[in-house]
């Protein structure tokens, strides 16, 4: 048989090292994984009340996020004083900053969600104070999954 009968006769997929044959398959060998972008939420609870608020968010809030697009990344308690009574840090990531509007209203307007908040502040308000910064990661950020 001829060379050339034989390269022929041969998948091109073969000839390939394995990962480039993959990234081949998916067409985005080198582009960076789309990340959206992220919000970080400070949440300054009333006082005494951070317990609660943590509460609230184990078992309701992050669910009715869930179901509104709003996808939690971490969250968090400060170490230190005198934050750590009184402050849960979280981050969400979004599609878009339109997305983060669009899915906020959802959630706003979830009847269940009104319930959980009205419920959850039967004894007075949970939370002081939000602040919401949105973030992008850089080009030299790892990226996250």
Same mark, same amino acid.
Request: glycine share 4%; no cysteine.
């Given at each position: 048989?001829?060379?050339? #009968? /034989? +390269?022929? !006769?041969?998948?091109? $997929? #073969? /000839? +390939?090292? !394995?990962?480039?044959? $993959? ?7 080198? $582009?960076?994984?789309t990340t959206g972008v992220y919000e970080l939420r400070v949440y300054h609870a009333a006082a ?67 319930s959980v908040h009205e419920k959850s502040e039967a004894n007075g308000k949970l939370v002081d104070?939000i602040d919401s910064t949105f973030l992008a990661l850089t080009d030299f950020s790892p990226r996250?999954?």
């Amino acid at each position: 048989m001829k060379r050339r #009968t /034989l +390269l022929q !006769a041969i998948p091109a $997929a #073969t /000839l +390939l090292p !394995a990962s480039l044959w $993959a990234a081949s398959r998916r067409g985005d060998d080198t $582009a960076p994984a789309t990340t959206g972008v992220y919000e970080l939420r400070v949440y300054h609870a009333a006082a005494g009340k951070l317990s609660d608020l943590e509460s609230r968010f184990r078992d309701h809030t992050i669910k009715i996020f869930d179901r509104h697009g709003l996808k939690s990344v971490a969250y968090w308690t400060p170490l230190d004083d005198p934050d750590k009574s009184n402050t849960l840090i979280y981050i969400l990531q979004h599609p878009s900053r339109e997305a983060a509007a669009a899915n906020w209203k959802a959630f706003q307007d979830d009847p269940e969600w009104k319930s959980v908040h009205e419920k959850s502040e039967a004894n007075g308000k949970l939370v002081d104070k939000i602040d919401s910064t949105f973030l992008a990661l850089t080009d030299f950020s790892p990226r996250l999954r």
